[in-house]
Structure formats: structure tokens, C-alpha cells
């Protein structure tokens, strides 16, 4: 089945700088790649996602790339505020048939400090 | 957008009795539900795959008998956590497929739950 790793664990940065956060997947059938914003007590929230047949996509300050050679896609946040604190999923899914499951990577802590 | 109604949002509850924590899709019907496990500082880990009209197909691990999942109509899922046990003290959080949308998931806004 599917494995999604997950780094850092923990990001630490100042108000303005960019974060970058890394996930790499083991089944080359996965083909969907969301990131999730969870906030203390709530749910995850999609924040952006990105297909297999795209290598980048871009929301405002918060971009994507997938590399599905190397098997890897990356979260980039740049001109971070302090509500951008918060714990970051990245998440691989196969197939669009059927009731496909995600499945999560770790986690990460990202903290904006002012 | 979509949103998925998850309640309570927290629940304590003593050793031995049940809880139920619903889950509805407000704005859309949802022929499958998910329902995640989270424990502190840790990632969602999926306990089930609930679908409208028949039984829910478990993960590994996880105790069909004692969380027990209901999708009796296209709107709502629930989970009742029997004979629930201070480790059952956990954070669950649900999703919704929105059908006809590739990868329409929308998570709810979770349950905590205690067990005393």
C-alpha cells in the first residue's frame, strides 16, 4: 500500500520569510496530492492539491510541485504570516475510481513568529 | 463549497458507556464517509470507510464490535464508540465525497472525546 513521509516535523520562521515543506509517496499509482491546514481542535482544511498530469501549481503565496519521477511533491508558503501557524499534511490518494482512501503523511508544526 | 457538519465537537464521557458522534453532508449527498482517528501530535489515521445502504469496510486493526458505523442515508454517518475505554480518548474527525467531484473531500470539524 501507499506511504507518504513526511519533513520537517517541525518548521520554525520569521513573519515574511518562505516555508517549504517535503513529502515523498512509494505507489506510482497515486495520482492526487492534497495539503491539509489543520488548526488546534479543528479539522484539516484543503489548502491546494495537485494532479499527476501538473507539475506546479500556484495559489496566492502557497505553490506545489510535483516531481512523480523521484516520487515527491513539496508545499512552498512564502511571505508567511502569523496565522499561517499551524500543522500541515500532505496526503497521497490513487485512482479517482471508487471510494479511494488518503492516506497522510506525519505532520508538520509550522510556526511564524512575528 | 461543500461542508460536512461533524457533533459534538467534544464529549466526556465515564468507562463503559457509548457515545455517538454524527456526521452529516450539509450541502450534498454523500454515498461515502471516512472516519479518521487522531491521536495528539500525530497524523489521521483512517479507521473506516463507511458507504450509504451497506456495512462499513474496516481498516486493519480496528474493531468493527466496538466502533460501530452506520450510513443509513445519503446525508448521514455515524460512529458510536461502545463500551468506550480511557484509551478510546482520541481525536475523530469524518470526510464526505462529494459525488461527481475527483477527489471531493471535505473533512468535518472534528470530535474530541474523552473517556473518565
Known amino acids: 500500500g501507499e506511504n507518504v513521509e513526511q519533513h520537517p516535523s517541525t518548521l520554525s520562521v520569521q513573519e515574511g520569510d518562505s516555508a517549504v515543506i517535503k513529502c515523498t509517496y512509494s505507489?506510482?499509482?497515486?495520482?492526487?496530492f492534497p495539503w491539509y491546514k489543520q488548526e488546534l481542535g479543528k479539522g484539516p482544511q484543503l489548502i491546494i492539491d495537485?494532479?499527476?498530469?501538473?507539475g506546479e501549481k500556484k495559489d496566492q503565496r502557497i505553490a506545489v510541485t510535483l516531481n512523480k519521477t523521484a516520487k515527491h511533491f513539496s508545499l512552498h508558503i512564502t511571505e508567511t504570516q502569523p496565522e499561517d501557524s499551524a500543522v500541515y499534511f500532505c496526503?497521497?490518494?490513487?485512482?479517482?475510481?471508487?471510494?479511494?482512501?488518503?492516506?497522510f503523511g506525519t505532520g508538520t508544526r509550522l510556526l511564524v513568529s512575528p | 463549497g461543500a461542508v460536512v457538519s461533524q457533533h459534538p465537537s467534544w464529549v466526556i464521557c465515564k468507562s463503559g458507556t457509548s457515545v455517538k458522534i454524527e456526521c452529516r453532508s450539509l450541502d450534498f449527498q454523500a454515498t461515502t464517509m471516512f472516519w479518521y482517528r487522531q491521536f495528539p501530535k500525530q497524523s489521521l489515521m483512517l479507521m473506516a470507510t463507511s458507504n450509504e445502504g451497506s456495512k462499513a469496510t474496516y481498516e486493519q486493526g480496528v474493531e468493527k464490535d466496538k466502533f460501530l458505523i452506520n450510513h443509513a442515508s445519503l446525508t448521514l454517518s455515524t460512529l458510536t464508540v461502545t463500551s468506550a475505554h480511557p484509551e478510546d480518548s482520541s481525536f475523530y474527525i469524518c470526510?464526505?465525497?462529494?459525488?461527481?467531484?475527483?477527489?471531493?473531500?471535505?473533512f468535518g470539524s472534528g470530535t474530541r472525546l474523552t473517556v473518565v
Open positions: 496526503a497521497a490518494c490513487p485512482a479517482p475510481r471508487g471510494f479511494q482512501k488518503l492516506v
Open positions: 470526510s464526505a465525497e462529494e459525488p461527481g467531484q475527483f477527489y471531493g473531500y471535505t
Open positions: 495537485i494532479r499527476s498530469n501538473v
Open positions: 505507489d506510482s499509482a497515486s495520482n492526487y
